[in-house]
């Protein structure tokens, strides 16, 4: 079994074994009772590294065995291994030629903490959100056939991951198109682990082996001249397998379902992989494994072990801590919760990230945790709206993407009573491109009946989440990761006024019409240029009084917000000052017109000019052109 740490190594660890591996087919060399010491030495380097970068930790140690198996099985980078959501994937990173890189993880122009089509030929498939890899991996089995190679395809999921419907109909279509691929669930649910064992694993070597597939299929060549007699032995079959393993309902999809089988025994792995390499048609293994395996304390607590920060000393603390908006957030739906009893809780599966743990402690019947079905959240929530109840749908503003027809479909097209708390929004830094709120402001902006609010800082945040539960039909506040400015919050839970924002600076020529948290970076920019800066606080309805008034009393108008340029709030201004026929030199600052790589927030704000001194300069520029 693995080595067990207790602490993380403060010195990079000595790993003779895995420094020798500069690639899979290196790996394939190796005697296979090595590999019990490579995958100790993986787990240790592991453990050093992100403590040095900061990344998702749990889950990768927890398939250090797997993955040791997978490319000393698979012919990769020529089989295909798709990882699903890519939070497990950095011992993948370490085996295919990148352990010398993981010192740049996370960081501007480094590795990604994802998979990443361009970073590799290993990763072949770019994944964040969760749920894909059957689907991607279907489609390359599929693709393979049609051009006539003999290439394998395998696609590892986990538990949670598989609650998603995507994963389900990718799983119910494989049977159709007689794909060669195998799909591995990687399970890290502790509650089955009583299936973990000797006759599992036993039961496993024996289903995948070519012997048993070789009788099975035979025999059903055989019974089926004989109808009756075929169809008791296809149920004795699937009775006697459904008593042993819980695997019927693959099996009823097309699958030949082999496991449970214990995730860290490699010797297993390796021989119950082996054999399933060369069985045709779709193969599903179902290995059971520990998050955090290695590693006591992220064992104990693999939710908190989930990711980890960078292992330095800590700053002196002044003994004064602002809340994240996220806790901002949490306070107000237990505060909210306490005054209307309508108000139910809804999250796809991120109770600690969207802080609603209070909530789920203090109302348990009212709070709804979906899993990873953003989709069935929210027309949950349309449906709950339907019968009276007050909805709120705390969602990441990324993952709010995945179910966009049912925001239209469902809540907008009924005018529903559903808030949707939209976390995350904007740039997040280190997890790059696929974790960006980058557009939630553009896809929602064109859908009628919808109220849009974006908070300058925690105290608006706190009102505007009232203001959007107490109006009638669906309403969006969407802030960002982390904390703000530290303004003083009001326990009340009084609304805004709807469509109106406010003048928070008084210059001349230039007027900054600030949607968002941005508004105390165009605040220390109008400092420097005596502009005018307007807290705008509604995306929709916008504040045209207050559009109209700036309009008439500056030379430009500058639209500042963090959201992509095309289509969101800039453009409504735009779009409402056209319509008005005003004659009005106006700058749209916001997101550019493509994926802003991983970085520290700060760092990805300055590249995008939305920093106090980027924002300065871009007017300075549009002045210069227009004197």
Not at 169 to 196: P, T
Not at 285 to 306: C, M, N, R, W
């Amino acid at each position: 079994m693995p080595s067990t740490f207790h602490e993380i190594p403060r010195e990079r660890p000595h790993t003779p074994l895995l420094d020798s591996l500069n690639d899979t087919a290196r790996l394939r060399e190796l005697d296979e009772e090595r590999l019990p010491e490579l995958a100790d030495e993986l787990r240790a380097y592991l453990l050093w590294t992100v403590s040095q970068t900061g990344g998702h930790f749990g889950a990768g140690l927890g398939v250090i065995e797997l993955t040791v198996a997978l490319h000393y099985i698979y012919q990769t980078p020529e089989d295909r291994i798709v990882w699903d959501v890519g939070h497990q994937a950095y011992p993948h990173k370490i085996l295919t030629g990148r352990r010398e890189q993981m010192s740049t993880l996370r960081q501007k122009d480094g590795l990604a903490a994802f998979p990443r089509r361009h970073e590799s030929p290993y990763d072949t498939f770019g994944v964040g959100h969760s749920s894909t890899s059957i689907s991607a991996g279907l489609g390359m089995a599929v693709a393979s056939r049609l051009q006539g190679l003999d290439r394998r395809t395998v696609a590892v999921i986990g538990d949670g991951a598989l609650t998603a419907g995507m994963a389900f109909e990718a799983l119910n279509h494989a049977s159709d198109v007689e794909a060669d691929m195998l799909v591995v669930l990687n399970d890290n649910d502790m509650s089955i682990s009583r299936n973990v064992g000797g006759m599992s694993n036993y039961l496993a070597k024996i289903l995948s082996s070519r012997t048993y597939s070789h009788m099975r299929e035979g025999s059903k060549k055989v019974l089926s001249k004989i109808p009756s007699a075929w169809e008791l032995a296809r149920r004795t079959e699937e009775h006697a397998k459904g008593m042993l393993v819980p695997g019927t309902l693959f099996e009823e999809l097309g699958w030949n379902y082999i496991g449970p089988i214990d995730g860290h025994d490699l010797p297993t792995l390796v021989a119950t992989i082996g054999n399933m390499r060369e069985l045709k048609g779709p193969q599903f293994l179902h290995v059971v494994t520990q998050k955090g395996k290695g590693f006591s304390p992220a064992e104990a607590d693999p939710i908190g072990y989930h990711a980890i920060t960078k292992l330095e000393p800590k700053p002196a603390s002044n003994g004064v801590s602002k809340p994240k908006y996220s806790n901002v957030f949490g306070q107000w739906l237990c505060d909210m919760a306490a005054e209307d009893q309508r108000l139910v809780g809804i999250t796809p599966a991120m109770k600690e990230g969207s802080d609603l743990i209070a909530f789920s402690e203090q109302y348990p019947k009212r709070y709804f945790d979906v899993a990873i079905a953003e989709q069935h959240a929210v027309t949950l929530a349309a449906g709950m709206a339907c019968e009276g109840a007050k909805p709120v749908v705390a969602i990441y503003s990324t993952f709010l993407q995945r179910a966009y027809d049912q925001v239209i479909h469902d809540v907008a097209v009924q005018n529903l009573d559903v808030l949707f708390a939209i976390d995350r929004a904007g740039l997040v830094g280190e997890d790059g491109p696929t974790h960006a709120g980058s557009f939630d402001l553009s896809f929602l902006r064109c859908l009628p009946n919808m109220l849009i609010m974006a908070p300058a800082d925690e105290n608006e945040t706190r009102q505007m989440l009232s203001t959007g539960f107490l109006h009638n039909g669906p309403a969006a506040v969407r802030y960002p990761r982390g904390t703000g400015p530290g303004t003083p919050i009001d326990s009340s839970l009084e609304p805004l006024p709807i469509g109106k924002g406010q003048l928070t600076r008084k210059g001349q020529g230039v007027a900054i019409l600030c949607f968002g948290t941005l508004h105390a970076q165009a605040l220390k920019a109008a400092e420097v240029l005596d502009a005018s800066v307007a807290n705008m606080r509604f995306v929709k309805p916008l504040d045209t009084a207050l559009i109209q008034q700036l309009a008439d009393s500056h030379e430009l108008l500058v639209t500042l917000e963090e959201n992509a340029i095309m289509g969101g709030a800039g453009s409504a201004v735009n779009e409402w000052l056209l319509s008005q026929g005003k004659p009005v030199s106006i700058l749209n600052l916001g997101l550019p017109d493509t994926y802003v790589e991983h970085a520290k927030p700060a760092e990805m704000l300055a590249e995008c000019g939305l920093d106090a001194a980027g924002i300065e300069a871009a007017i300075r520029r549009r002045q210069n052109l227009n004197s």
